[in-house]
């Protein structure tokens, strides 16, 4: 999206095109993302159920396939059937991202790439949403990956962390060693500046 980048990105040993459209079909069914926003992600002239089935239906599958994946990936994500012929408008914050997760699972990736999934929720629905995508990643093997400044967040979820600094990743390592013992001092005053009730108050 930017001419500011170098490396490559490899999905399953072959090398990712740049762009989309550089992309084989098997490529972009594999790797899914999930918005931030799930009040602009979903679009309001589709139901539901259109909005999940339409990657199936680009990829060439019929509407009886995809009619029954459909149900099925409602499930997965917890709402019922009936919410297939609703229209985002009529939905909650949460409920419209368990939509967008399902959009993104039905296709049944390998990788699924979440940009502060949480972040436009309230507190309790963050926490559902969380809980969600753990159970997902645990029954259906997914690699997630998670793109958030939320550092209890981090913690509470991540296998391995990478700290961005100007677009250069300045830390790398597993979670425990990162937030726990952080090596470069960006990543330290990270930790520092994240709001904590018990420093405030030492």
């Known amino acids: 999206m930017h001419r500011e980048w170098d490396g490559e990105i490899t999905f399953k040993g072959e090398p990712l095109g740049l762009t989309s459209r550089k992309r084989t079909m098997a490529q972009r069914l594999g790797i899914q993302y999930v ?13 539901v159920g259109d909005l999940i089935v339409r990657p199936l239906l680009i990829a060439g599958s019929s509407r009886e396939e995809a009619d029954k994946a ?8 917890n709402l019922p059937a009936s919410y ?11 409920e419209r991202q368990r939509v967008a997760i399902a959009r993104a699972l039905v296709s049944k990736p390998d990788v699924l790439v979440c940009d502060e999934v949480t972040s436009a929720l309230d507190v309790l629905v963050q926490a559902a949403i969380v809980d969600l995508l753990g159970e997902l990643r645990k029954s259906l093997g997914l690699a997630m990956l998670f793109v958030t400044h939320n550092l209890p967040l981090v913690r509470s979820i991540a296998d391995e962390v ?17 937030i726990g013992s952080p090596h470069e001092d960006y990543t330290r005053r990270l930790i520092t500046a994240t709001p904590s ?3 405030s108050m030492a």
């Open 35 to 47: 918005f931030q926003n799930p009040y602009g992600s979903l679009n309001p002239r589709r139901t």
């Open 70 to 77: 459909i149900l099925d990936v409602l499930d997965k994500v």
């Open 84 to 94: 297939s012929g609703k229209y985002p408008d009529q939905l909650s914050g949460g």
């Open 162 to 178: 990478a700290v961005m600094s100007q677009g250069r990743i300045v830390e790398l390592g597993s979670a425990e060693s990162v």
């Open 197 to 199: 009730i018990a420093r």
